[in-house]
């Protein structure tokens, strides 16, 4: 899914308005979505709080509102008197029920919410190009961000311009969760708009498309399209073989960790070429390796060879230039990458090849092959994929997978909770499971990087990286059944 400006979401309502469809009936669709989506996710709030502006976003808000006084306690706070909203708002106000209690407010404090409320952000949405806040929307979203609840913005958190991601002087909504409509709008992918957006939801409310460009975003629809699907006569060969050439004595989590990934990213047989004594699922097959033994022998029994894992000291020239040979999908993660910018005579062109960098070592590899490590996140990801020949996943906020072709996605998934030692050797294992399973480098990387993001977005609780990988199988399985997360 692309992303598209103001303007551009602009020209594509006219045109299904054009089309025959009432503007109002965008705006249903609107607040339907987000309400059937608030419900479902936050089924154990105690109270729904409405905060509404006079605009359309208003009117997206009151729309949700009437859903979910279905059921849960509904209260609106608004900066407009009811009577006043105008245009399509204005019918959302006519339709809302009227046992809703409606406050009209010129402030808010912290002491208008009490636990278990979900806010709900109302306020501005694409209306707001930028500048000075006026002083009730100030007082609601300082009230908000201040109030200890989690936030769920509608469209754009309020104060956030929607194309260049700035947030207003007077300040923005710190969102948990922003739903947006139609098209995910350039400002959530930039500046204080990243930031503050939260966790990402786009509603389709059946908007014509003009066909305008934009940034490739990797959203849960293009997941349920891509993800693998097995069929009665499939086993455990044609579900993918994957060979993991991990671990040490140093680090010998990490390749059990890459392992569980692999395996809950559905291969079908993992094996597992360590020097370290590993407790691992009895299901994997295990070759202890002597110091300095490559496993060659059993490249031909994997689709698929993700090595760097918790090398250590195993991170040798040698084992890499043995690794290089692999003659299906090559994937090096960690250590794998800091020997290649240790060693990067070692490199040579090949088919297959996908890097999983964090920051850091993108900066490694881009000092030992010529690049500028200065570029922003994706055109970094692109020159290096250039360079080296690969799709390189870019970890981090908005993760980036860049093929050698051009073609980039942003992935619109992840949270802090998945900044915890072992996350990325368990992403490593959950791309090479796909990969092996998809046999397409790109789309691996993508679709891993997305069910590894929305794994640590759902997780309950605090996330361990253990955890992670049978987070990231219940999340493929609500996937491959459409269910919403």
Request: hydrophobic share 45%.
């Amino acid at each position: 899914m692309l992303t598209a400006g103001i303007e551009q979401i602009r020209a594509m309502e006219q045109r299904s308005i054009a089309a025959g469809v009432p503007e109002y009936e965008l705006m249903r669709r609107a607040g339907i979505g987000a309400a059937n989506w608030i419900a479902a996710a936050y089924h154990d709030a105690a109270r729904m709080v409405i905060l509404a502006g006079g605009g359309n976003n208003g009117g997206d808000a009151l729309v949700a509102a009437a859903g979910l006084s279905r059921k849960f306690p509904v209260e609106i706070f608004s900066t407009k008197a009811l009577s006043d909203f105008t245009g399509c708002a204005a019918h959302a106000a006519a339709d809302l029920p009227p046992e809703i209690p409606f406050f009209q407010r010129s402030s808010l404090s912290v002491y208008d919410f009490r636990p278990g409320d979900v806010i709900i952000d109302g306020l501005l949405g694409i209306g707001f190009s930028g500048g000075a806040l006026r002083s009730e929307v100030k007082s609601f979203i300082h009230a908000a961000n201040n109030s200890r609840c989690p936030v769920v913005a509608l469209d754009l958190p309020s104060g956030i311009n929607g194309d260049t991601g700035s947030a207003s002087p007077d300040g923005a909504i710190r969102a948990e969760v922003t739903i947006t409509f139609g098209r995910p709008k350039s400002g959530l992918f930039a500046g204080a708009g990243g930031c503050l957006r939260g966790a990402l939801r786009v509603i389709d409310i059946g908007l014509m498309d003009d066909g305008s460009s934009g940034v490739e975003i990797m959203t849960d629809r293009d997941a349920v399209a891509m993800l693998p699907h097995w069929d009665l006569t499939c086993h455990k060969n044609s579900r993918g073989r994957v060979l993991l050439w991990a671990g040490s004595a140093e680090y010998p989590g990490a390749a059990a960790l890459a392992v569980r990934g692999a395996m809950y990213g559905g291969a079908g047989m993992v094996r597992i070429a360590s020097e370290a004594q590993l407790e691992l699922p009895a299901a994997a097959i295990v070759r202890r390796l002597s110091g300095g033994e490559v496993p060659e022998n059993w490249f031909p029994l994997a689709d698929v060879l993700v090595c760097g894992c918790g090398w250590g000291s195993c991170g040798t020239a040698a084992n890499l230039a043995a690794a290089w040979q692999f003659p299906g999908i090559l994937l090096l993660d960690a250590d794998a990458l800091n020997t290649l910018a240790r060693h990067p005579e070692v490199w040579r062109r090949r088919e297959n090849l996908i890097l999983t960098p964090h920051p850091g070592e993108a900066v490694r590899l881009a000092a030992s092959f010529g690049v500028d490590s200065s570029l922003n996140r994706q055109n970094l990801a692109l020159a290096l994929a250039d360079k080296l020949s690969a799709v390189v996943v870019l970890k981090g906020r908005d993760t980036v997978v860049a093929a050698a072709d051009g073609s980039s996605r942003i992935i619109a998934a992840g949270s802090p909770a998945l900044a915890v030692a072992g996350s990325g050797d368990v992403l490593a294992g959950v791309i090479g499971a796909l990969a092996a399973q998809l046999k397409h480098s790109f789309d691996a990387a993508a679709l891993g990087a997305y069910l590894h993001g929305i794994a640590g977005e759902t997780a309950p609780g605090i996330l361990i990286a253990d955890d992670l990988p049978e987070q990231v199988g219940r999340i493929m399985h609500q996937v491959a059944g459409n269910k919403l997360f």
